[in-house]
C-alpha cells in the first residue's frame, strides 16, 4: 500500500480474559495447523507443476482455496459468495478492509494477489506470500513499462490478477477512491482487446453486540493485536463477498474512466450488502 487511510480512530479491543486466550489457543493452533498441512502438500507438488507447467498452475491454487476455506471455519466466520466470478481472461478489483481479506478472496476463487514488493520480505508473511504465487511490484513510476510486462506475462499464463485500487485498508464501512495508476496496465495493446477486468465487493458483519468495524484493520493498528482480538471473540460474524458483473477493458476510453466504473459497482455493492443484514 502506497499510503494508510487513518480515517477514523480504532474500536476499544478491550480485555481478554482467560476464555479469550482460550479461544485463540484453539482456533490459532487450528488455522497453523491447516496451512502447515497445505505448505507441505503444495510445496512438493509444485515443484513438478514448476517444470511440466512454467507460471500456469493447474493444480496447486486448489490447494490454496482449500486452505483458505477451511481457515475461516476454524476461526468461525461465516463466508457467504454471490455472483459468480469470471471466467475469461482478466482481473479482480476489490475494496480493502482487513488482513483477512486475503483468506477471504483465497477461498472464493483462484486469484493471484498483486502486493507492494516490501511484503516478499516480511518474515513468515512474505514466505506463503511467495509459495502462492503473488505478483510484488514497486510503487514507482520508473517501473511502470516492467510491472506492465510482468502483468502480460502472467495473465498470459491464465493467471487472474487481483488488485486493492484503494491503495490502503480501511475500517470496513467505506470504499475509498479507485487510484487509476494500476489500471493503466490493463490497455496494453497486447492485452486491451481480449482483457475483462471484474469488480468485486467484500462486506464484513460484525457479530451481534460488538462494533460494526470489528474486522476492519487501518492506520497504526498493529497485526498481532489485531489477530489476537479477532481469534478471542466469542462468537464471529460473517463476510460476504459480491461478485459483479465483469467489464471489457477494451469499452473504456481509458484507465481513469475504467477505474471509476469498477468504484462504482464495487461501492453500490458495499452499500447494498451494508443495508441487508441477512
Not at 62 to 76: K, N
Not at 86 to 108: E, K, R, Y
Not at 211 to 239: C, E, I, K, N
Amino acid at each position: 500500500m502506497s499510503m494508510t487511510w487513518d480515517g477514523a480512530p480504532p474500536p476499544d479491543a478491550g480485555h481478554i480474559g482467560a476464555v479469550g486466550w482460550l479461544r485463540i489457543l484453539v482456533r490459532g493452533a487450528l488455522i497453523v495447523i491447516i496451512i502447515g498441512l497445505g505448505l507441505a502438500l503444495l510445496l512438493p507438488l509444485r515443484l513438478v507443476e514448476k517444470p511440466a507447467f512454467g507460471l500456469r498452475r493447474p493444480w496447486t491454487p486448489w490447494i490454496t482455496r482449500v486452505v483458505c476455506r477451511v481457515s475461516l471455519m476454524a476461526m468461525g466466520l461465516r463466508f457467504v459468495r454471490r455472483g459468480t466470478p469470471m471466467t475469461g481472461p482478466g482481473a479482480q478489483v476489490a475494496n480493502h478492509s482487513s488482513w483477512l481479506d486475503i483468506f477471504v478472496l483465497n477461498a472464493s476463487d483462484t486469484v493471484y494477489f498483486v502486493s507492494k514488493a516490501e511484503v516478499a520480505g516480511w518474515p513468515g508473511i512474505g514466505f506463503l506470500a511467495r509459495s502462492v504465487g503473488t505478483v510484488f511490484i514497486a510503487r514507482d513510476r520508473r517501473e511502470a513499462q516492467a510491472q506492465t510486462a510482468l502483468f502480460e506475462t502472467r495473465l498470459r499464463a491464465r493467471h487472474r490478477l487481483l488488485f486493492f485500487p484503494e491503495g490502503t485498508s480501511t475500517d470496513g464501512l467505506r470504499v475509498l477512491p479507485f487510484k487509476p495508476t494500476l489500471f493503466a496496465a490493463f490497455f496494453a495493446p497486447n492485452l486491451a482487446p481480449e482483457m475483462s477486468v471484474q469488480p468485486v465487493t467484500v462486506v464484513y458483519h460484525a457479530p451481534c453486540g460488538q462494533d460494526a468495524r470489528t474486522y476492519g484493520w487501518w492506520g497504526d493498528m498493529h497485526f498481532g493485536a489485531h489477530l489476537l482480538s479477532t481469534l478471542a471473540l466469542p462468537r464471529q460474524g460473517r463476510v460476504e463477498v459480491v461478485y459483479h458483473p465483469a467489464f471489457r477493458v477494451a469499452a473504456f476510453e481509458g484507465r481513469k474512466a475504467l477505474a471509476l466504473a469498477a468504484e462504482d459497482a464495487v461501492r453500490g455493492g458495499h452499500s447494498l450488502a451494508q443495508a441487508d443484514p441477512t
